[in-house]
């Protein structure tokens, strides 16, 4: 066999033609399933991981996350919010934020893909006993919030801005696509239909013409009528997004439209603004519609949306949401490292949207960056047992302080601390959903036939394509070494074709068939020629060599600095790694020495900068400091970013100020210090 | 007459013995009149302005601001509420934020001080005639609140940690001793005591343990009790200082016990941090504390927190407050030009707590930064006319959007474009009270006889000193010229000593007396020899010629780049200024060459820097640009940063990057560009 290059489809292809029912089948056990289009995920079940990165990462959701956020949604009485609606009893106090049951149906959405892959029967007893609770506090007429509609409580959708009600809605609903597509037809997805009905009652075209302030009803419906195949829920995603972005919402104090995406439509929306989770949901609900109702305007409208706001508001982590202010966008070029927020729900939403836009595109840049998000803001978020979570992950840490209490209800966890759980504790149960679904993320068929592997981890990777199976073996340890090994165990007779992606950052990528000669491959699709048959082994290798990643100069809150990263990973320095007596504001990385890998990490070689004296009683600005490093000079140890605060708190930068000769050089001469006190005072 | 340096106290003086009993009458007119210490700020009447900077903008304080004040008030209901809670119509529909009260009272303040100024009979008349509408508010047992204990409203202190009763009380106080101190005892200033001894019985030694949520109360009852001679209120006032640190407030959803100053003991913290308007507030009474209960150990740690804060945590414009988030400082070194908070409130009580601190030291560093923030905060915010104001002032514009709308309450003024009022609207009624005493903080006399000129500004200076009157007349056009020509027009017999600021950016300053040769002096304080006697003549010379500021290479979001500063004004760029097809974010400013006056401003040499080309897809991170700017050059012009905007929205900034060649030089050679479709896509 030798290789060739494969041409992706253009910018904006319009999905293909309907080439399949939405099937309400096992088969289809995935989160996204679009009507249209030829590309699927796999299913969660097919793909078994054997160990490694993501392995690891799913097994502490499976021990650790699952049941933390159970017994956390225990202890604070959001589960029993719903005893109390069942029984009658809700009333003027009721624990939680408004939006407290989304908690729940995230969780419960976690356990059915658990399920899905796992079959394990006590997810499943979980599952139904959350399931006993949640559908005892349904209204007769289908209505289901513990927070509005109950006496002493707020009526139903009496604040649609901030009161959540469609969002739960729509978390029990994906919550219930889950649970159709690993369990079937069941007591719950009918409630999900009954809720769904009554959305559309309340909602629909001679309906009130509301949307919720927090978009997520709109790409609930959108999957849910995939997998009923009842298009009126689609019809209704639809009218959900044409009514936004003309003023639909009631003005909040304080909370400008823009927040709520609610100030211009979003096929008008050239980048991503206002609050960022709210933002992203909303389009992946857009792409949904978009691709179901072959609307290739609103489709190259949201593809343009993504490319702009990757290209300038996204930071290398993948990390989306500038500002802790309305946890939102910044504008171009607004990346600071230090209050960078990139909520893990950004994260997670970013996936979201990035997915749907490969589901309906093929182009690989869509699949690179949920690598890069993957391995850098959801592999960050939770601690190695997966009970303590990053709810904002920034990229540099000014102090190791930290008020996060250990076995406690916290604000945010800042300072480096991974907290149990928040006041908003949207962030647990988010990672819990995608964790448990990782394989879906992982691998794809395009046009019926096509393997296409995403994702590398060592396992199993099982295609059912139109002409059989194609089992693949993988074996690897990426992202800490380069190579990998794939092993064609099954495939259809006659073979079958298999793609690769090489990921954007691979340069000097290699693939070796059969022990054949080593071929240069280049980032993007890697169509392997000829069909894969039983017994094919395929060696990639993508080299994790660090290599410097330099800041555009466009953003000003990482002028100077350089990253270090390490194939998909962003490595960092951590304040534990610095010698003793120096700290890391003295530090800068030299970008002439050479890089090594050690362990998962780096090595490169610091110098130590002269600090100015600084004049007392003025502000820190004054006359040109020495640019010149002092003579000391260290190895600079990089880890990477996703385990740093694993050693406890920790001051932690990600780009790192290089020593810069030049920029004072022609600073005037003075005859005295700025700003020093005069002998005369 | 030859001059001498003098030497200024050391670092922590204690406050010195009571000089004076605080007395109440129209003498000191001025908003600080401590009850120990050598020092006091001249009266707002002692000061004539003839023309220049700080005229100009007093004229608009008074022929725009102030009017403009109540006629928004008006407009909104603000007014109205108390007319509404006299009348008992006052119920669950009030307009405006729960402490639109204090936007009154601030208002008052202001007029008050303005009467105490030009002794102008309608401004006069705009001050009975809120007082008619305040008093008839009152409660029977000297309650005063519009939002709280009236039918359908919340109950009295129900909520300390927000509702803000306290701190409206404390404005209306201020107002009282402004009153008290321009035109003696009457019916506001007796209202004044009755709300004052509400509190006193309310939250003394025997009531209720409580804070307020936003100090205020602290410096009011502090200043109160000078004005009355009355020490039971600053009593209440230590205990009000002394009670917070310690938890005393309720904690509040996503706010920590930080942005209340409610973690750790005034006497413990080392620095300002939470929400800033609310720290210095709370330190400027602290302040008073210390130094009317020569409490040296609280002066001290005072003093430390305004050096540090200073030193790591203050813009070069002297704004304070880095996060929109909370309205917060930051951290050491977090100081992003971009997202600066930097509120014009926190701009006046910085003012605040520097003069305080003067007062209690004499050091002249509390001058500077006050020069500092009188410029370049306090003198930004409004429009020519007073009747538009910025909220946050920060150092760096975006983009020329804005969505403030003209005749309207806005939520925040961002875009680079002044607001008329503001939903919270804080800021223009806090800098019409400053403006109207700008006078008090200009000038002071020290020791009884030793009159020191603080601020310079064209117009007459009236020392009142135990010796006699010195007249000191003063021309200049400062800070647009060097030149600063004073005057003695009258002066006691055998002559007075005179003390001179020189500012700590005056690297060679110079002084002539009486036509005599130049010397050169050093910055800080500046001592004549020998006695000022009628006749004599002083030229100071204090040059401002544009200089290159450069930022602490701590300050991660400066990195790389320069400020231009003349004299005490920062300097700006603003897109206005630059050649058509150019943007401000490929500017770079050429360090070597000169730079020269130019107006109020300056010019200096700007070279366009090579934007890399992105790699479509990926975040805007990758290979290293080119650091060599291309052959384009051009004049930059830099403005006053205190005008930014004034000829329409811009984008701006005030550090600019500087052109830079080596932080890139030592980049690894690469094959191929990285992020870059391959051809193979």
Redesign the interface.
């Known amino acids: 066999m030798t290789t060739s290059?494969?041409?992706?489809p253009g910018p904006v292809p319009a999905p293909g033609p309907v080439t399949a029912q939405a099937p309400a089948s096992r088969r289809n056990v995935t989160p996204v399933n679009p009507a249209r289009g030829t590309r699927r995920g796999l299913g969660v079940d097919q793909v078994s991981l054997a160990a490694g990165f993501w392995k690891t990462r799913q097994d502490a959701n499976s021990t650790g996350t699952l049941q933390h956020c159970i017994d956390w949604m225990e202890r604070l009485g959001w589960l029993a919010n719903f005893d109390r609606v069942a029984a009658g009893t809700m009333d003027e106090n009721r624990p939680g934020w408004q939006f407290s049951d989304s908690e729940v149906y995230k969780l419960m959405e976690a356990l059915a893909w658990e399920y899905g892959r796992t079959h394990d029967a006590q997810v499943d007893a979980n599952f139904e006993s959350l399931v006993d609770r949640v559908a005892a506090a349904e209204d007769d007429d289908g209505y289901l919030n513990t927070c509005f509609g109950h006496p002493g409580r707020p009526g139903r959708y009496s604040d649609l801005s901030m009161g959540h009600e469609l969002y739960c809605a729509g978390h029990l609903l994906q919550a219930a696509v889950a649970r159709l597509r690993t369990k079937g037809e069941d007591r719950f997805v009918a409630l999900g239909r009954r809720v769904a009905d009554h959305v559309l009652r309340e909602f629909g075209p001679e309906g009130h013409a509301g949307v919720c302030g927090h978009p997520e009803i709109e790409v609930a419906l959108a999957e849910f009528a995939r997998a009923t195949g009842d298009t009126r829920y689609r019809d209704q995603a639809q009218l959900f997004v044409e009514r936004r972005g003309h003023g639909a919402l009631t003005p909040i104090?304080?909370l400008?439209p823009e927040y709520f995406q609610d100030e211009i439509p979003v096929r008008d929306t050239e980048t991503w603004h206002g609050h960022a989770v709210r933002a992203l949901y909303l389009a992946a609900g857009a792409v949904d519609i978009a691709v179901d109702a072959d609307d290739t305007e609103l489709l190259s409208a949201l593809q343009g949306q993504w490319?702009r706001t990757?290209?300038?508001r996204?930071?290398?982590t993948?990390g989306m949401g500038s500002?802790?202010?309305d946890e939102g966008f910044?504008?171009?070029?607004?990346?600071?490292?230090?209050?960078a927020y990139c909520e893990t729900c950004a994260g997670v939403a970013s996936l979201m949207v990035s997915w749907r836009l490969y589901l309906a595109t093929g182009?690989?840049?869509?699949v690179?960056?949920m690598e890069?998000t993957l391995f850098n803001v959801i592999a960050t978020s939770p601690s190695p047992d997966g009970t303590a979570f990053f709810y904002a992950n920034p990229l540099?840490q000014?102090?190791e302080s930290s008020?996060v209490l250990p076995d406690a209800v916290n604000?945010r966890a800042e300072g480096g601390v991974r907290a149990p759980w928040f006041?908003?504790s949207c962030c647990p149960t988010n990672l819990a959903r995608t964790l448990a679904s990782w394989q879906s993320y992982s691998a794809a068929v395009d046009e019926g036939d096509v393997a296409v592997v995403l994702q590398y981890a060592a396992g199993e990777y099982r295609f059912e394509l139109s002409s059989g199976l194609l089992r693949l073996k993988v074996d690897t340890t990426y992202p800490n070494a380069s190579e990998i090994h794939l092993t064609v165990q099954d495939a259809p007779d006659g073979g079958t074709p298999l793609r690769l992606r090489?990921p954007?950052?691979a340069?000097?990528a290699q693939v070796i068939i059969n022990g054949g000669p080593a071929t240069s491959?280049?980032?993007?699709?890697?169509d392997l020629q000829h069909p894969v048959a039983q017994g094919d082994e395929i060696r990639l290798v993508l080299p994790v060599e660090p290599?410097?990643?330099?800041?555009?100069?466009?953003?000003?809150?990482m002028?100077?600095?350089?990253?270090v990263e390490r194939g998909p990973l962003v490595l960092c320095v951590e304040s534990q790694d610095v010698p003793a007596g120096i700290t890391l504001?003295?530090i800068t990385l030299?970008?002439?020495?050479?890089?090594r890998a050690d362990g998962d990490g780096a090595r490169g070689r610091a110098k130590v900068?002269h600090?100015?004296a600084?004049?007392?009683?003025?502000?820190?600005?004054?006359?040109?400091?020495s640019g010149e490093p002092t003579s000391q000079e260290f190895d600079l140890v990089l880890v990477p970013y996703h385990r740093w605060a694993e050693r406890g708190p920790s001051m932690m930068r990600v780009f790192v100020?290089?020593?810069?000769?030049?920029?004072?050089?022609?600073?005037?001469p003075?005859?005295?210090e700025?700003?020093?006190?005069?002998?005369?005072?």
């Open positions: 290059p494969h041409h992706s104090p304080l400008s490319h990757v290209a300038r996204t930071y290398l993948g500002r802790h202010q910044g504008e171009d070029w607004e990346l600071p490292p230090d209050r182009a690989v840049e869509y690179d960056l890069r540099q000014r102090s008020d604000s006041d908003v090489v954007s950052w340069i000097d491959i280049q980032p993007g699709w890697f290599r410097l990643t330099w800041p555009d100069p466009r953003i000003d809150a002028r100077g600095t350089v990253a504001d003295e030299d970008p002439s020495a050479p890089l900068l600090l100015p600084q004049a007392p009683g003025t502000p820190p600005f004054g006359r040109a400091p100020p290089v020593a810069d000769k030049a920029s004072h050089a022609g600073e005037h003075r005859k005295a700025r700003g020093a006190r005069a002998d005369g005072q």
